[in-house]
């Protein structure tokens, strides 16, 4: 049965052949009309008959995937989410957000999915230092629905110093830290970090997958901004991600940039 923030009352299988049978009526009057409007079509042929259906009914599935975006930046402009989008499709929040990207950028334009968010005056640019492809996409799928975000992303602490030195990068407003890492980990980068009199402004947040005592313990030592275990749950893991976004880049005062 649909869920309660939909008004049907009709069962999945109930709904399916009530829209089967509504778009083959409205696909074979089109189709009807279609040859009455081309008399030079052959009449009674089948396989023409047949080839006309199946082009109208792509045509309709066309429209109806147009309408159906319409749709979700309308529910979404109304409070919807993607949880409820996907629910609506049969689909999961994933995959809502893959159907339908950037319905929750930000601008006056498009739907609010953190109505009291303020536009920035620029893009914030955030840099990840994480190996994790996986997570990696996960955390700039997060971002992207918080707003505008340069996300530059690298593998190790190596990579993330030559960024971080190069004369034609932009100084980041964030530094998102994993850990373990190949060549240099977050331990050591951290370090040199906090040490570096030009770097140590930067907010650090790690976000890593240990919730060991000694990296918690340490991460601060070597004054960490902040240190987040990354949850397991998918959803769990977005909050956490936008949670650090909220707080770095919409609460917190940050220092002038140079």
Not at 37 to 52: C, E, K, N, V
Not at 91 to 104: D, E, I, N, V, Y
Not at 206 to 216: G, I, K, M, R
Request: hydrophobic share 45%; proline share 7%.
């Amino acid at each position: 049965m649909p869920g309660k923030d939909f008004a049907l009352q009709t069962t999945p299988e109930e709904t399916a052949a009530v829209a089967d049978a509504a778009v083959g009526r409205l696909a074979r009057r089109l189709a009807l009309q279609l040859q009455d409007d081309a008399p030079s079509s052959p009449q009674g042929d089948p396989a023409a008959s047949a080839l006309t259906l199946l082009y109208l009914l792509d045509q309709l599935q066309q429209a109806a995937e147009r309408l159906q975006r319409d749709a979700a930046v309308s529910a979404a402009r109304a409070g919807a989410g993607y949880p409820q989008l996907g629910a609506a499709c049969g689909l999961t929040r994933q995959g809502a957000r893959r159907r339908w990207p950037g319905l929750f950028n930000h601008s006056h334009e498009a739907p609010l999915e953190h109505p009291m968010m303020t536009t920035p005056a620029r893009p914030f640019d955030v840099l990840l230092v994480e190996d994790d492809m996986a997570d990696a996409l996960l955390i700039e799928e997060a971002l992207s629905e918080r707003g505008a975000r340069n996300l530059v992303q690298v593998t190790d602490g190596v990579a993330a110093l030559e960024h971080l030195r190069s004369a034609t990068s932009a100084r980041p407003d964030l530094i998102v830290l994993d850990l373990n890492m190949p060549r240099m980990n977050g331990r050591d980068l951290l370090r040199i970090l906090k040490t570096d009199e030009d770097l140590q402004t930067i907010p650090v947040v790690v976000l890593t997958t240990s919730a060991a005592p000694d990296d918690v313990a340490g991460a601060y030592n070597s004054h960490a901004n902040a240190y987040v275990s990354k949850p397991v749950n998918l959803d769990e893991f977005e909050h956490a991600v936008q949670s650090i976004d909220a707080f770095y880049l919409d609460t917190v005062t940050r220092p002038p940039r140079a």
